[in-house]
Nanobody
């Protein structure tokens, strides 16, 4: 089994920054993909960014240039650096690990951007 736990959310003013962390544990194989998604009230869960174990990344156009995904393979941890945050970035942010055709999701961490 695989466990995924997000952390780092909180309240930030517009223009501020946050760094989210996603720690994975359990039966993790050498190749896997980790991704970040977000869901605002009344909206569907939306893709933000993903990174594979070999470092390939993919970022949604809506956050490109402001959000950066990275990872520490040795610690099975992914990060989402979020800069220049806007009120519309307010959402619950979820981390997902995909391996062997299965997906494992965390419980999410709330990010609120407000003055």
């Amino acid at each position: 089994q695989v466990q995924v736990v997000e952390s780092g959310g909180g309240l930030v003013q517009p223009g501020g920054s946050l760094r989210l962390s996603c720690a994975a544990s359990g039966s993790i194989f050498s190749f896997y993909r980790m991704g970040w998604y977000r869901q605002a009230p009344g909206n569907q869960r939306a893709f933000i960014a993903a990174i594979t174990s070999d470092g390939s990344t993919n970022t949604a156009n809506s956050v490109k240039g402001r959000f950066t995904i990275s990872r520490d393979n040795a610690k099975n941890t992914a990060f989402l650096q979020m800069n220049d945050l806007k009120p519309e970035d307010t959402a619950v942010y979820f981390c997902m690990l995909a391996q062997l055709s299965r997906e494992y999701w965390g419980q999410g961490t709330q990010v609120t951007v407000s003055s």
